[in-house]
């Protein structure tokens, strides 16, 4: 059978499998499909029940467009999902056996990450609300109308700035005063219990094996600059004093979660956390038990790893639907099971939790597991993708490695010619390091013709590329581009020299692109580099903007939502903290960052120049881009550059589940502009 290209109007087609949940006693899986509605500028999410000894499935529903975090009770008669039937997302029950679904929750702002008492008799939930709020109206949830006259009186409203942290890339502006808190309630309760206070955030609830308890994480002890800052807590169920359970460790949340698990016995916790901050930058997530009463954290990663960090900080792939569980207890106590990225693959590794410390890997796949469920009788429900597929269910049988798969989400793709991609490692210039990258051709390439090629810088640059399907990058190939990217210096999965943050500025990693670049047209007969491109968004669009000033290797560039002055980065993105302490005074400070910043060396810019970005874009500011866009124009008048501008859009348009309509005509951009000047 002859295969068809992939163009950027499939994404349409699109089904993103995310979010299961399996229960062992019925046999059956419940997961989340979410797709792109064309035409109506939404996700439609929808929650299905999959009978796996029979195949079937049906769908269940309170009636919403938008319907998520299916979780089953811990009897495995019930099922809470969240919906927003009612406007705002609502925690609701069905029940299995008669079909009957009903709300449960009514929150002003929405609820989120429900999870289940061990007794199935409460549920414990995240919901934001403001210091001073009224408690009454927290449970009455906003009609259109009431939600419009608040967005109107906010807009009269000035914004008090005391600290930092002011904006929020989520937002799309200045941050809320709501912030996030730890609620519960029972079925047979009409009004939940608000289980913390204050303005700071409260997440991942877990709950003691007991039932009496939840554990939380939160930056509420921490000063505000301390942005990775969290610490474990515990509450009362129903409410009552908080108590601090570490201080020493930052508990992982950001960029990527690792929810506390519990041993079975209920006596201990295990925790992904991070030491604080180096100066190597942002420090792996190493693994810790703790007493569940408090008490010194003890490491059980061993020296000898087989990995780096407990998490997976996995770039390509599409990332909507997100990350879910990525670590879990084994049934007997004895090990914890997690993601860990390492050369490109996130894989399922399992430590030892009792004794000396020993990990070892249960999977060596070339593929990215994005979930691990809770393991039931041996086996468990995961998530994994490669190269040629989406994240799918597997049912994963920890005894023997073995895996059945459960759903098909995109079964189309069958008939689409993906390019899967040739693997290269080389040693890095300088000798310190070897750097890993792949190179894809594309899918209708003729023997003894040559075709132009991009390469594709990650953002961060702390995640790192690897086996996982971005169709974005199979589109690319079906217009004849090749495509080619790698995990340059600063990338994480090679170990903490590797991925050392400064080295991701003081020219290894660009002289790794560089490089890499190289060796593949050396390799590769079919790349004609003469015809070179060069891409990237967030660090990957900086690493752009630098390359374009300080290399006459490419023919043409695209800018994606770029970082291109540092001052612009210190005082305007939402991750902004400062910057100038340590200079003689804040003249000497604005000077050392014109020097490093790209927009500096505008001058040098004289290739067809393409920058993409959105108006809400709070991690990489839009001034920049207007800044860059001006500096090019000004010294080069007759040179093509352009500038495209989304609305209604942030950082996340091309990667987090952005409006669709608005992801499509970036791609299109991006390879028009790819087409004509390459």
Known sequence: MTKRLPKTADYYDISFT???????????????????VQGEYRYEQKVLLKNISTGKERRITAGGTRETNPRFSPDGSRLCFLSDADGEMQIYIAELTTGECRRLTAMRYGAADPVWSPKGDRIAFLSKCAVGEDKTLLQQPLTSEERLRLARERLKEPVEITDFAYKTEEAMGFAAKETTHIWSIGLDEAQATMLTDGDRD??????????????????????????????????????????????????????????????????TVIVGALTPLTEGGMPPTRLYKLPAEGGEAVSIWPDNAPCHEATC???????????????????????????????????????????????????????????????????????????????????????????????????????VALSKPEEIWMDTLDGESRLQGWVFKPQSVKEGEKYPAIVYIHGGPTPFYGYGLTYEHQCILGAGIGLMFCNFRGSTGYGPKHADVKKAYDGAAFYDIL??????????????????????????????????????????????????????????????????????????????????SPVSYAENIDIPFLILHSYGDMRCPVEGAHQLFVAIKDWHPDLPVRMVLFPRSNHELVTGGGIMELRVRHYDEMINWFKKYL
């Open 202 to 267: 409260h997440v991942m609830p877990v709950w003691f094996p007991d039932g009496e308890r939840i554990l939380f994480t939160s930056n509420r002890a921490r000063p505000r600059s301390e942005f990775i800052g969290m610490d474990l807590f515990s509450v009362p169920a129903k409410g009552g004093e908080i108590s601090r359970l570490t201080d020493s460790l930052y508990i992982a949340y950001y960029p990527k979660a690792f929810v506390p698990r519990f041993t079975p016995d209920g006596k």
């Open 18 to 36: 995310g979010k299961p949940d399996y229960c062992e006693k019925t046999e059956l899986l419940a997961y989340v499909s979410s797709r792109a």
């Open 313 to 415: 900080f996995f770039y390509n792939g599409e990332a909507y639907g997100g990350y879910y569980e990525s670590a879990q207890v084994s049934s007997d106590g004895e090990y914890v099971y997690f993601i860990s990225g390492w050369h490109g693959s996130g894989n399922i590794y399992r430590a030892r939790i009792n004794g000396e410390p020993e990990i070892t890997a249960l999977t060596s796949h070339e593929a990215v597991y994005k979930s691990i469920g809770m393991p039931q009788n041996g086996r468990m429900v995961v998530l994994r993708g490669d190269f040629l597929h989406y994240s799918e269910a597997y049912l994963f049988d920890e005894r023997d490695g073995s895996e059945t798969q459960l759903t098909d989400g995109n079964p189309w793709l069958s008939e």
């Open 515 to 596: 490089q890499f670049v190289d060796e593949a047209c050396r390799r590769f007969d079919w790349i004609d580099s003469e015809r070179l491109g060069v891409t990237g968004g967030s660090f990957g669009g900086y690493m752009t903007n630098w390359i374009a000033g300080h290399s006459k290797r490419f023919k043409a560039a695209v800018s994606q939502r770029s970082v291109v002055s540092d001052l612009i980065m210190d005082v305007s993105s939402d991750m902004s903290a400062g910057g100038s302490q340590g200079f003689r005074d804040y003249y000497d400070y604005m000077r050392d960052r014109i020097r490093t």
